[in-house]
């Protein structure tokens, strides 16, 4: 699967980075979150994968990946974290392997684990061992389930983009001055940083799963890209559980 996902990747335009406003955000996230800049420039993808296959288990949800519809998401955190949606119940053997790939389709860092919670919306961490994200450098990322470990080439899978950008000083001040999380996800959506938005208001969903307020945000925030949001509206209410057991970190 690594070497065929690799392969396949060609050499594609670099994604414009979104000029971020700077304006401190003064009403409710559903107004902030209409405004969320994305990169102007899209990329290839895979968002969601609900096809049926006779060799892997029948799912009644979508496995899906929670990033815009540009299959890119922008970040200022060195090594960020990912969420994705795993239908999947818990198995002895079938694992799924998450994979990080560099400018240079050189693999980055890759992870197998086997699903413990599921289903539901896991996070995959990027360890501290590991190099920092380059700035201005995309990354390619694929989350795959292991149908047939055996033969990769039945895998389900979904797959898409990151990249790094600079904090810009108004933003830094700002970030420096919001005392409450709600603040900070406000400033991050503003300014288009969809990693850094939706770890934080996943944390705070994890913390407060009764919490009216979060959980309005949390669907406002999944459900604020344009297009077929088919996949996500399924998802968008499920629970965040907690993800796995490594097996293989490499």
Same mark, same amino acid.
Do not use: H
């Given at each position: 699967?690594?070497?065929?996902?690799?392969?396949?990747?060609?050499?594609?335009?670099?994604?414009?980075?979104? *000029?971020? /406003?700077?304006?401190?955000? /003064?009403?409710?996230?559903?107004?902030?979150?209409?405004?969320?800049?994305?990169?102007?420039?899209?990329?290839?993808?895979?968002?969601?994968?609900?096809?049926?296959?006779?060799?892997?288990?029948?799912?009644?949800?979508?496995? %899906?990946?929670? *990033?815009?519809?540009?299959?890119?998401?922008? %970040?200022?955190?060195?090594?960020?974290?990912?969420?994705?949606?795993?239908?999947?119940?818990?198995? #002895?053997?079938?694992? *799924?392997?998450?994979?990080? =790939?560099?400018?240079?389709?050189?693999?980055?860092?890759?992870?197998?684990?086997?699903?413990?919670?599921?289903?539901?919306?896991?996070?995959?961490?990027?360890?501290?061992? =590991?190099?920092? !994200?380059?700035?201005?450098?995309?990354?390619?990322?694929?989350?795959?389930?292991?149908?047939?470990?055996?033969?990769?080439?039945?895998?389900?899978?979904?797959?898409?983009?990151?990249?790094? &950008?600079?904090?810009?000083?108004? !933003?830094?001040?700002?970030?420096?001055?919001?005392?409450?999380?709600?603040?900070?996800?406000?400033?991050?959506?503003?300014?288009?940083?969809?990693?850094?938005?939706? %770890?934080?208001?996943?944390?705070?969903?994890?913390?407060?799963?009764?919490?009216?307020? &979060?959980?309005? #945000?949390?669907?406002?925030?999944?459900?604020?890209?344009?297009?077929? !949001? /088919?996949?996500?509206?399924?998802?968008?209410?499920?629970?965040? &559980?907690?993800?796995?057991?490594?097996?293989?970190?490499?």
């Amino acid at each position: 699967m690594e070497n065929e996902v690799i392969s396949k990747q060609s050499k594609k335009q670099q994604p414009q980075t979104p *000029v971020p /406003t700077n304006t401190p955000p /003064t009403s409710g996230l559903i107004s902030q979150i209409i405004r969320f800049l994305l990169p102007s420039k899209g990329a290839p993808g895979k968002r969601s994968y609900a096809a049926a296959r006779a060799d892997c288990p029948a799912i009644e949800k979508p496995l %899906t990946a929670l *990033v815009p519809k540009t299959n890119i998401g922008l %970040t200022i955190s060195e090594r960020p974290t990912f969420w994705f949606y795993i239908p999947y119940q818990p198995t #002895d053997t079938n694992p *799924v392997e998450f994979l990080l =790939i560099n400018d240079k389709n050189n693999p980055v860092y890759k992870t197998t684990f086997q699903l413990t919670s599921t289903p539901g919306i896991i996070s995959v961490n990027l360890p501290q061992n =590991i190099p920092a !994200l380059e700035i201005g450098k995309k990354y390619n990322w694929v989350l795959s389930y292991m149908c047939e470990p055996a033969n990769r080439l039945k895998d389900t899978f979904v797959k898409g983009y990151i990249e790094r &950008v600079s904090i810009n000083s108004n !933003l830094k001040n700002d970030l420096e001055k919001a005392s409450r999380p709600r603040e900070r996800i406000l400033l991050f959506a503003e300014n288009g940083l969809w990693y850094d938005a939706l %770890t934080i208001l996943a944390n705070e969903r994890r913390q407060k799963p009764k919490d009216a307020q &979060v959980t309005k #945000d949390w669907k406002d925030l999944l459900l604020s890209s344009e297009g077929d !949001l /088919t996949e996500i509206k399924e998802i968008v209410s499920e629970p965040i &559980v907690s993800c796995c057991q490594n097996i293989v970190t490499q």
